[in-house]
């Protein structure tokens, strides 16, 4: 797929910090964020306020369920609604959470939730993370990375966000065994592009992390073009 615009493809595992640095990212290089996870959060919870059985959910309830979801452009970023609603608060609430990787691995909703992305760097330049995005919604994109960090570390980040406060281990220890069960469930939705450049944010700042994809988007904007 031709693209006439710069996509720069963000992937990797859950609580990767794959949001908020491409969130960040697009800040500075003044492009549009596009979170692809937020769209299966929506198709979720837009599911389960019609069932809270998640054991017998179809695809072709997911879908009906996805028909209530838009993806609109709001402040730099894409914002899914629900019945024209946002609610971040419900889409990352615990039993979304729980139920959103059975969702992903739905064939028809991936294929749902990939066109709706593609649709958005149509008009405009995008920071674009979530799942697949660098091998299967944007193959030919202009920089593809891949971010990893220790579960540890993933599940301290992923509840300072959550809790506003310094978690303690016991509660580290609890979310790292929910992550780690995560990237099992995920593994087939998380492969590194083999032209992605990794990037292991264990031991760096969102602000490093940051500034090393900035960096390597400015060296790709002017590279000389092929002769």
């Keep these: ?8 493809a963000i992937d990797g595992p859950a609580a990767s910090g794959k949001s908020s640095t491409a ?5 500075k290089l003044g492009y549009f964020h596009v979170d692809s996870g937020s769209l299966y959060r929506a198709a979720t919870a837009a ?26 452009a709001q402040d730099g970023t894409f914002v899914p609604l629900i019945d024209g609603i946002s609610s971040d608060e ?19 909703v991936r294929l749902w939730v990939n066109e709706q992305v593609r649709k958005t760097a149509e008009t405009q330049n995008v920071v674009v993370d979530g ?11 202009s920089l593809k990375i891949f971010l990893v960090a220790d579960p ?9 966000q959550r809790l506003a406060r310094r978690p303690t281990d016991d509660e580290i220890a609890e979310e790292t065994d929910l ?17 992605a450049v990794l990037i292991d944010t264990t031991t760096l700042t969102q602000e490093d ?14 590279r000389p073009a092929d002769t």
């Design 1 to 8: 797929m031709s693209l006439s615009h710069f996509v720069i």
């Design 23 to 27: 969130q960040w990212v697009a800040r």
């Design 47 to 72: 599911q389960l306020v019609q069932s809270s059985d998640p054991e017998s959910w179809t695809e072709e309830q997911l879908l009906q369920a996805a028909a209530r979801v838009t993806f609109r």
């Design 90 to 108: 419900l889409l990352r609430g615990i039993e979304v959470t729980k139920n959103v990787s059975r969702v992903a691995q739905m064939p028809a």
């Design 131 to 141: 799942r697949d995005i660098g091998t299967v919604v944007f193959p030919n994109a």
């Design 152 to 160: 540890w570390e993933r599940a301290r980040r992923r509840l300072i």
């Design 179 to 195: 992550i780690v069960h995560r990237d099992a469930k995920d593994a087939t939705q998380t492969v590194q592009a083999t032209d």
């Design 209 to 222: 992390q940051v500034d090393r994809i900035v960096k390597l988007a400015n060296a790709v904007t002017h």
